[in-house]
């Protein structure tokens, strides 16, 4: 069996968060490989470089390139520095591509993360650029055992929490397990001596009772909660709850959703900026200033022996085309939109370019008079998962047990379900994330106030969420989109094995910048 | 497996948190199939969503193209070839459609919108059409 198929039965028989895992262990998924910040040592000698576009690639390029004594100058399709990090505030307004414009009425420090939301305590360059930036940062809560798991079709449609899904499917499995053990079915795989330590093992994990058995009692309640909690006085007699029979647990399909924080990127701990992502993006543009031009379209990129050209218009000022020149040119526009613009570079850097779509992604913020999902259902941050087209439920990591109105994530999807997200009206789009969300939290109903949709292939500046790579595209064009090509360098999250990461911008920018200094300190 | 390889679309699910979504709805979101099957039903329900509504097209940084009055689409076996595989920043959305659904939206287009092609493209085309299995990752 080769490598890909062995993924595919490996995702089809467990989830595609164990293939994610059995991905990692091939080395197909990576940690960050950032070491502090990059050295460029030696002068320049008065060598300029041209940046395109100011996201996290060409913010931290033209960072350290500057600080290393190079003329530095970026420009920047949107009137604002961050890219896709990026968050909508109320007050805010946003077209998006075929014209439709929405003006954002969140509440005063309410927001929406349209992009990128949360960052892995192992997305080293990432936070050490918080830290020099002084971006504050504060936990962001992945798994909530208190959140719900959804299905349409199981539990006539009523959400369960996930601790119960999460102890009952331990607990099921590993009573199966101390079974097989115990009936000697895997004397052939188990040592005798390890026999004895897998069972205690399964009565451990899964909360097993002297025999083995999972089942209805307080030991079981104490993982998946009770009828009753224990209380104090003469009110005090815990009420144990029913586990989910093993066959309705399995049929429901509930426990698709379980393994989700054992994946590397959504371990403990995980932070966010605090008053939302676009921080990040925003710090960066304040230390460079005026080293960034904005409202600048980008329609040529020309290169020859002594330097760069890149011809733009202001367009907000109009006029007559402009251009910019340079020794060097680093490159971090989408190749969604780069493979439309003419750049001079080489087939194979070319060929490259054109290969990446960007993929469909969609995020609804809704605005509700009241936090809810704290106030009755004792949700604080994390997410919800449903087999709804709205996929998924985030609520908030921060503001907790505030009075007055609160913003959630009403959905986050990719995909078919995505794609006809994007079809709809921004109005549509938020109506039907009111309509899929209010089978799992009926105050919904009463409690909603606006939201916002924002439909990543209806961005204009990145006609998409992120490239889409695919192994066969990885080996036949990854090493020529990240070669420099003459005076031209390629960044950001496609340049990278972290896809649609920040980090992933972040290091091909530093990659980028470091050959890119090598070659001038060469010349 | 039809369409686009489920595994780096699963894994970007993953590591876009979707994951979390969804962990393993991420199946159904990346190499999933669409309920539309009328040409005018997937047009409004996938295509417009980025060809827009009138199949104008739309402008910012990038364009998508407009559909309205495309010469290109004369010869059906380019929006079929475009649908199937992809073009630049255009997803191979037809690796998610079956053989009748890609007809039912070419035709659709090459029809509408101020286009008045004759000839139809049949499903037996489309399955003609369609690149042969992509080959395995190397080892």
Not at chain 1, 41 to 54: E, T
Not at chain 1, 330 to 357: N, R, W
Not at chain 1, 480 to 497: F, K, N, W
Not at chain 1, 503 to 509: H, N, Q
């Amino acid at each position: 069996m080769n490598r890909r198929s062995l993924f595919q039965l490996i995702g089809a028989a467990a989830g595609s968060a164990v293939m994610y895992q059995a991905m990692t262990e091939l080395g197909h998924a990576g940690e960050s490989g950032y070491t502090g910040p990059v050295e460029l040592k030696g002068s320049p000698r008065g060598a300029s470089v041209l940046i395109l576009g100011a996201g996290l690639a060409g913010m931290s390029a033209a960072l350290e390139l500057r600080n290393a004594g190079y003329q530095v100058k970026i420009l920047e399709y949107n009137d604002r520095p961050g890219g896709r990090n990026w968050t909508l505030y109320g007050g805010d307004r946003y077209t998006e591509m075929g014209g439709h414009t929405q003006n954002v009425q969140f509440a005063e420090g309410l927001y929406l993360n349209p992009g990128p939301w949360r960052i892995p305590y192992h997305h080293r360059a990432l936070l050490d650029y918080c830290k020099r930036l002084k971006v504050q940062l504060e936990p962001f809560t992945q798994v909530n055992y208190a959140a719900y798991l959804h299905s349409a079709k199981a539990f006539g449609g009523k959400p369960r929490r996930y601790r119960e899904v999460q102890a009952d499917f331990d607990g099921h499995v590993a009573e199966l397990l101390a079974k097989a053990t115990a009936q000697s079915q895997l004397d052939q795989t188990v040592t005798r001596e390890d026999r004895e330590i897998l069972l205690g093992a399964m009565r451990e994990w899964g909360a097993l009772d002297q025999n083995y058995e999972y089942k209805k009692g307080l030991l079981t309640s104490e993982r998946r909660g009770y009828v009753s909690d224990p209380g104090g006085g003469l009110t005090s007699e815990p009420v144990a709850s029913d586990p989910i029979a093993l066959h309705e647990l399995l049929q429901s399909r509930l426990w698709r959703s379980i393994a989700a924080g054992h994946i590397y990127e959504f371990q403990s701990a995980i932070f966010q900026p605090v008053g939302g992502m676009g921080m990040i993006g925003k710090a960066f543009g304040r230390e460079l200033g005026p080293l960034i031009e904005y409202n600048a379209k980008v329609t040529a990129i020309k290169q020859d022996d002594h330097g760069v050209s890149v011809v733009y218009q202001d367009t907000k000022a109009g006029g007559a085309a402009r251009t910019a020149t340079a020794d060097w040119c680093i490159c971090t526009i989408p190749a969604s939109i780069l493979s439309q613009i003419p750049v001079a570079v080489g087939a194979p850097m070319k060929s490259a370019i054109d290969a990446l779509y960007y993929d469909s992604s969609i995020k609804v913020g809704l605005q509700f008079k009241r936090r809810f999902w704290e106030q009755d259902d004792a949700i604080f941050g994390g997410m919800s998962y449903t087999d709804l087209p709205n996929a998924l439920i985030g609520y908030p990591s921060t503001g907790y047990f505030a009075e007055g109105p609160g913003v959630l994530l009403g959905a986050y999807t990719f995909g078919v379900n995505s794609f006809l997200y994007a079809a709809m009206s921004p109005e549509e789009r938020v109506r039907k994330t009111v309509e899929y969300g209010t089978q799992i939290h009926p105050q919904y109903a009463t409690e909603f106030e606006h939201g916002v949709a924002v439909a990543w292939h209806r961005v204009p500046w990145t006609l998409g969420c992120a490239g889409h790579w695919t192994p066969e595209l990885r080996a036949k064009h990854y090493d020529d989109l990240c070669a420099i090509d003459g005076r031209i360098v390629l960044a950001g999250e496609h340049a990278s094995r972290l896809p649609a990461w920040q980090e992933g911008a972040l290091l091909s920018s530093l990659d980028a910048v470091r050959r890119l200094h090598e070659r001038v300190m060469a010349a | 497996m039809r369409g686009p390889s489920l595994i780096p679309a699963m894994m970007l699910a993953m590591v876009l948190g979707l994951a979390a979504v969804g962990v393993d709805h991420a199946q159904d979101m990346f190499a999933g199939s669409y309920p539309q099957q009328s040409g005018e039903e997937l047009y409004k329900g996938i295509c417009q969503g980025c060809h827009m509504p009138n199949a104008q097209g739309a402008v910012g940084a990038g364009a998508y193209p407009a559909l309205a009055g495309d010469p290109r689409l004369a010869a059906a076996i380019y929006p079929l070839t475009v649908v199937l595989n992809g073009q630049r920043a255009m997803p191979p959305i037809g690796a998610d459609l079956s053989d009748d659904q890609v007809a039912n939206v070419v035709n659709y287009i090459r029809t509408h919108f101020g286009n008045h092609y004759k000839d139809t493209v049949t499903p037996a085309a489309v399955k003609a059409a369609r690149r042969p299995p992509s080959t395995e990752e190397p080892e």
